[in-house]
């Protein structure tokens, strides 16, 4: 028999396989973590000690916090002492914090953050930070929405509420309801010129049978266009 | 070495532990579903979440109290000097005992699969369009995919039996390995976050970045995450993450042999 | 016929040297009896014929094939979920005779109601006789039998010792390693001294008397002492 034959076949298979994992690495492309704007008040090191716990499981993780979210709100309802409902909002807060960096994607946190982040502990710009950092995850028009109007309800921002409705306004499937919310924020914020031009952008992304509601805001916008212009 | 394959489903079969780790989706099916219930939206999501731990959970079980005191037992109790003194050679009796291992764990996990589709359907009975994300495709695959990376941690359980005295190593090098590939990869993935990369040394954060080129990119925790949320992986994706595990599983496996043949036992 | 050719053997775990420079013939159709203090390497000589054990220096030429030579370790475990008919039949799978699983179980004096019971149910005689069926199913040209007495009361003893003089009977060779000097008179027609990891002694057995059994627990004895 050839002597070449008779010799152990575990080393070439040995190295076949590291060749072939050597080649799979070369073919993959690296995958990089989105760059976020990150609304954290929390540590990179926070960041690491929640990826660490959480493991293979990122999604539990999350749903997890979530939980716990659920668990010091209820305490925190029934809580009379401040100072000890100020370390649940803080609590509270760190694990919106945790579900966000965990799994970005998870809607029930958002829809937490708008209800009780915003209006029952007390935290809108927090909440406003949150849904701004991860409406960018979903097609929904409700997140960036809702961001826009506790922007403006709560904060006072003027600014901010407008960018947002923007945002809002820019997802499929949007009603012409929150078109013509956002048109209002312009036309307080920007001016009545700006608020024409995007209504008139957006009505180009509407079906014809949405557009009727449109065509009325531009042609009333024009008209106190023309009222409040210098007279020649 | 057939006769070792069959003989080595036979032993693992009429276990208790394998029998009870049969039984046990029908209660992790009781709990996800319960777990689920108490959320609001996505449930969809939360219940794949908790099929996917599930699996861990299970497949871990699987690893820490069959597989690696199964071959402990052969070194500790000197099983070996029986089946080493039959008509097979060394790299026989250790690929019959890995067929052997992986064939009733594939088993484990299509019960598995067979419970979880089961409950995904019941779950969608009760919740309607809050399961919209969840889609039996994805749970199977995902299914699927953590449980061949555990076809690989029986490599490196067969590895460090090949080497290892005793039932205390084994149990304790298999765990440690264990916790590295559940720790680890998520870390390096976590590491990719500008924050987080600013709180690690620099000096560390070479080592650990060149660690991140030598790990599947694709981990455990982004396939639960994206087939969580209804997004599909390529195609690519998959068959890289399946060669790279193989791999990782053959080089273990070849390691084994050399060092297992040249063992005093 | 089938020899075992044993020059020259020497193996050390760590710094304790357990086989120094052992030669020996182990001629096939008879039934030899390695005897020996505890420690004495008898375990790591048998370990070393089947190649569990690599030597470090040496080596170990035999003209029998791994299908005629049975083993049976000095603690026999088996898998306590399998049951002992599938253990028997496990065994003769590699020589296809699974058929005869139930009469070699029979021949070892299994009881038929536990055949088919899980092995942990049973006792450490009734391991030893299902250890012994998985041996004699293959229908081994050779025995190389580990201190097959340990732990079996007077009359499990005589049992063993009966079902191997039948199996050498019908021709097979046997080699069986103990430091019960008197079941070794009985049994073997040769007995190799090992003391030490040294062979000191190669002696025929021609006669099975209590003297002879007294002679060879003294040589025994001195051996052992002179290495202390």
């Known amino acids: 028999m050839n002597p070449l034959l008779q010799r152990s076949p575990l080393p070439a298979v040995l190295v076949i396989a590291i060749l072939t994992l050597g080649l799979v690495r070369e073919a993959q492309p690296i995958l990089r973590a989105d760059t976020v704007i990150s609304p954290y008040t929390t540590s990179g090191q926070d960041k690491l000690i929640q990826a660490i716990k959480a493991g293979m499981l990122p999604g539990l993780g999350a749903d997890l916090a979530i939980l716990r979210i659920f668990s010091s709100f209820y305490q925190y309802s029934h809580e009379r002492e401040e100072s000890t409902r100020q370390s649940l909002r803080e609590i509270t807060y760190r694990d919106f914090e945790t579900a966000q960096f965990l799994d970005p994607k998870f809607i029930d946190m958002y829809r937490l953050a708008e209800g009780i982040l915003a209006y029952d502990l007390r935290m809108p710009l927090q909440a406003v930070d949150l849904l701004e950092a991860g409406e960018h995850h979903f097609d929904q028009w409700e997140i960036p929405f809702m961001a826009s109007f506790i922007a403006y309800d709560q904060l006072h921002d003027l600014k901010r509420a407008v960018s947002l409705a923007k945002l809002a306004g820019e997802k499929p499937g949007v009603p012409p309801l929150i078109i013509g919310y956002t048109s209002r924020l312009m036309s307080d914020n920007l001016g009545l010129e700006f608020a024409i031009k995007y209504l008139q952008e957006r009505k180009k992304a509407l079906p014809e049978g949405y557009q009727h509601g449109l065509e009325e805001r531009i042609r009333k916008l024009k008209e106190m266009q023309n009222v409040t212009a210098p007279k020649s | ?265 | ?228």
């Open chain 2, 1 to 265: 070495m057939k006769q070792l394959i069959y003989f080595t489903i036979q032993e693992v079969l009429n276990s208790r532990i394998f029998r009870l780790l049969l039984l046990a989706p029908l209660v992790l099916m009781v709990v996800a579903l319960t777990f689920t219930g108490l959320f609001m939206l996505d449930l969809g999501k939360v219940f794949i979440d908790t099929m996917f731990a599930s699996t861990h959970l299970l497949c871990f079980t699987f690893l820490m109290f069959l597989a690696a005191p199964f071959l402990a037992r052969d070194i500790d109790a000197h099983f070996t000097y029986i089946l080493l003194t039959l008509p097979i050679s060394r790299g026989q009796y250790l690929l019959g005992r890995f067929i052997g291992l992986c064939a009733t764990f594939l088993l484990l996990i299509i019960v598995l699969i067979i419970v979880t589709s089961l409950s995904l359907e019941l779950a969608s009975s009760i919740w309607g369009s809050y399961m919209a994300t969840a889609d039996i495709g994805s749970m199977v695959l995902g299914i699927f995919l953590i449980a061949w990376q555990y076809l690989s941690l029986i490599a490196i359980a067969l590895f460090v039996f090949s080497w290892a005295t005793g039932s205390a190593e084994i149990l304790s090098f298999t765990f440690l390995i264990w916790l590295l590939s559940w720790f680890f990869p998520p870390v390096l993935t976590a590491m990719q976050d500008s924050e987080v990369a600013q709180t690690i040394p620099p000096f560390l954060h070479v080592i650990l970045e060149s660690c991140y080129q030598l790990v599947p990119h694709l981990t455990g925790g982004e396939i639960a995450n994206r087939l969580a949320h209804g997004i599909s992986l390529q195609g690519k994706e998959i068959i890289y993450y399946l060669i790279e595990h193989t791999a990782y599983a053959t080089i273990l496996f070849t390691s084994a042999l050399i060092l297992f043949r040249r063992r005093n036992l």
């Open chain 3, 1 to 228: 016929m089938s020899a075992i050719d044993i020059k020259m053997l020497s193996k050390c775990y760590g710094k304790h040297l357990v086989l120094d420079n052992v030669s020996m013939r182990l001629e096939a159709g008879k039934a030899i009896g390695i005897l020996g203090e505890n420690g004495a390497g008898k375990s790591t000589l048998i370990k070393c014929i089947l190649k569990l054990v690599y030597p470090d220096a040496g080596h170990v030429n035999t003209t029998a094939c791994r299908e005629e030579i049975a083993y049976l370790p000095e603690q026999s475990y088996l898998p306590e979920s399998v049951n002992g008919v599938n253990m028997v039949r496990f065994a003769a799978s590699f020589t296809k005779t699974q058929d005869e699983a139930c009469s070699a179980l029979d021949r070892v004096g299994l009881r038929k109601e536990a055949w088919n019971q899980p092995v942990r149910s049973y006792s450490k005689g009734m391991r030893q006789r299902t250890a012994i069926a998985m041996m004699l199913v293959r229908h081994p040209r050779w025995l190389i039998l580990d201190e097959p007495m340990s732990g079996l009361d007077a009359i499990g003893r005589r049992q063993m010792l009966d079902l191997f003089q039948n199996e050498h009977q019908q021709g097979c060779s046997i080699l069986m390693s103990s430091h019960h000097v008197a079941d070794m008179v009985r049994f073997c027609d040769e007995i190799i001294i090992l003391s030490a990891g040294k062979v000191r002694e190669s002696i025929t057995i021609e006669s099975r008397s209590i003297d002879q059994i007294e002679r060879l627990e003294q040589k025994l004895t001195n051996y052992a002492r002179s290495t202390e």
